[in-house]
């Protein structure tokens, strides 16, 4: 069909795609098709159908002898099919009964909502997020964080509530980056796409990392545990039976990362050579994690998402017995440096800012996320209470960690942008913690894959899998970016603060404020506060990017 | 002079993609192949021979498509496409956003009917309704009209709103032939007649071709609005079966206690259908007496004539 323009009333127009017909999600050919209950021998004047229904009975039954069976040219669209309400199906017994309502569209409670979105949007960066505190100062680091959740709120505020502007459309299944195809023509549609990219990539990216990272651990640990050998004494950390690790004891003046190179195992030379956090073990990953990238769909995959939720809240009492044994270490140093502690307010307070950007992005899937809430009018408060929840749940851990890391023997300062990284690898707590969030990781991989080769294929093909071999190249350029940070920068922290700047930039402040205040403007509503305030948005989202690379 | 050899003609044109080939398909009761709308605009260069109202071929156009071969071989073939033409069909796509462009096309089309066959007459159907809201449809449908009828002048053209999806496509055909048939008030006064003599509930006339009703004739209120729609579509489907089997369909009867129904070939144009209710009235004696009106409406159409004979006459 050629697309001449917007349909008046927007229709779901025959299905174009050819894997329409293959999958069973059409639901339109599978709609009941009720035989016209005729009783031609008695005058019964009660008509048991409507006589409109009775006509589009004849009229189907007339066009789908036209075509073929599968053309869905002269298909009844989903305006002209009774609503389920009206259809009945007929027993052969002569009972008859109503499809039960909604079941297509299953809608959720305001509970499962939030917990969705909850869910979503933890990610991997809640281990970074002590790190990130330490960047900042303990102080500027809280007021960071509240500051950072209540604007990207507002953010995914507009977000969500922007289809509704639009008016002259038919927005129902419309997502974010439709909004800003609409509003700022191809150029919205194409930079929403790759900044979205940005941020699927930069998540793989740090998969990876941190699937080395947890693959060697297990695999030092179990080694270590099978040849009986205990490396508490190589490793500069504090006395006791919590053991927390600097890893590299090296100390820099800015504290900033110290991630390049080691990571090689401990006294066992040969093991250190085959087992390297990031010579050897990521490219083992390779065999494992290639073939799952080829899968055509991901939806195997889905059934999985409870790992994740159970990795979070095990994170959680983790974090919760660490503090109970270590206790806290605080002191207040407002703005001079020492040697144990950090000061309150630090200048790298920008890489904080880079990380939570990520941290609390939902930005793109939050109306998909959204549409099948059972109440829509509370849509805003659900909303806010999901960003409450994550926004506690990163405090609690990054609070803890941070009170709890036992300063005096160690510095602040070592705080490894992967918390985990400041536990031995014979901690059993930690090895289950790591063991997790590797399963986790693992199955969440290839859904991520799987969305980028959507945007990509569907973008560049029209075709989400043209062929076997486009797939195998898109996804050896995934895997070959993924091995090599790996190799060369497996500083989460890092990544995960550009990725989140930089897609932040477009996604969670520019393209919102801006979407917010067109509309407005257009009818006149504008008011000088709020463009003031909107374009205040624009100028902290470019600087937060500009911010991660002087930093 | 040469123009009675030649076949007269009913041009279905309109813009690529604006339901024309569903169109014929369903009110012609053609089979559309997958394949042949896979090509792309509709390429129907041979004359589709379909014996419309007896004497009129049915050819159908794509006119205003982007397709650079389909202009040069339209502009080109202009003439002789335009000639000889008794009916042009002009489907316009409501939802189409390029009005300007959609009239332009059309105009050009009236411009080359003006000269070619001034005497045609031109119908306008505003297609795919349905993709309007309920409510907005009356309004649409006016504005398109009022504009519609203003661009065609000198020439007057008759409008419709249809969609395949509900009864108006069925009912704008209906009217459509009902404007082509010759002497149509003449064969109702008959019809009318006809039927009371034989004593029969309700008698239909339809075309041959495609089972549009021309007019009809009932003696008492009938429940089903829809139903010369429904009896088309079954007899139709019917039509199908039947040429699966390369055998052609002539005519049916249907009885139980209750009623008595006929079906079959009345004159060269049409079919009738009789509802006979006395379930004690041989089927033979309507049946006869179907075959005596037979020859007196050929009478009446031969009389008469279709238009073109009546050229002849005048000239």
Redesign the interface.
Known sequence: MEEEGRPLLSSQHAADSPQASAGSVDARAKRPFYVEPRNIVDHDPQERISAEAAILNSRLHYYSRLTGSSDPLLSPPNHVVPQPEEIYIYSPLGIAFKIPEGDQTSKNSSLISIFAIWNTMMGTSILSIPWGIKQAGFTLGVVILVLTGLLTLYCCYIVLKSPRTIKSVDTTDWEFPDVCRHYFGKFGQWSSLLFSLVSLLGAMVVYWVLMSNFLFNTGQFIYNQAHNINVSDSQFGNNGSDQVICPYPVIHPEGDDCGSGGGDAGNDISFGRYWSKTNTVPLYLIVLLLPLLSFRSASFFARFTFLGTISVVYLIVLVTIKAVRLGFHLEFHWFDPTHFYVPEFRALFPQLTGVLTLAFFIHNCIITLMKNNKHQENNVRDLSVAYLLVGLTYLYVGVLIFGSFPSPPLVKDCIQPNFLDNFPSNDVLVFVARMCLLFQMVTVYPMLGYLVRVQVMGQFFGNHYPSFFHVLVLNIFIVGLGVLMAKFYPNIGSIIRFSGAICGLALVFVFPALVHMIPLKREGRLTWLSAVLHSFLIVIGVANVVAQFLM | MSNTAMKKKVLLMGK??SGKT?MR??IF??????DT?RLGATIDVEHSHVRFLGNLVLNLWDCGGQDTFMENYFTSQRDNIFRNVEVLIYVF??????LEKDMHYYQSCLEAILQNSPDAKVFCLVHKM????EDQRDLIFKEREEDLKRLSRPLACTCFRTS??D?TLYKAWSSIVYQLIPNVQQLETNLRNFAQIIEADEVLLFERATFLVISHYQCKEQ????RF??IS??I??FK?SCSKLAASFQSMEVR???FAAFIDVFTSNTYVMVIMSDPSIPSAATLINIRNARKHFEKLERVDGPKHSLHMRMR
């Open positions: 690529s993609g569903s398909s369903i009761a053609n089979y559309i192949a997958r709308r796509d409501v939802e189409s956003r390029e349905d993709l309007v809201q395949i999806w009864e429940r089903d609005a829809h729609e429904k579509n079954i139709k489907q199908l139980n206690s209750n």
